[in-house]
């Protein structure tokens, strides 16, 4: 049991507020103190998202690229690294939904993966 500070009601401790004068009750806080649920403090790893970033941009810049239209299909790659495409190519836009998604999701599982636990 705790008594407010404002009146000195008795309260109990898992009250925030005094039940006659309706001032917050301060928390007492102990270093084995845990946050309100009684679950850890958690911190998505920061780097690993602006890696996830980087990434995003670098496959926005260099996208996958197709043959041209009137050419046997056929998916070029990541050719595009080291030559320009082909005339007349095409940035393959299903390739390029797959690759971005799939970077997006990696980056949010890595951080949390990652993360910081307190």
Known sequence: MKSCA???QELSDDHRYCTQCGRPQ???????ARPAGGA???EMNITALYAMVAALILALLFPPWETP????????????YWSPPEPDAIVSRLVMTIELTTIGIAGLYLSWLFRRRQ
């Open 26 to 32: 301060l928390p007492v806080s102990s270093p084995t």
């Open 40 to 42: 850890d403090v958690e």
């Open 6 to 8: 404002a009146c000195g």
């Open 69 to 80: 239209p009137g050419h046997p299909p056929e998916f070029l790659g990541f050719h595009f």
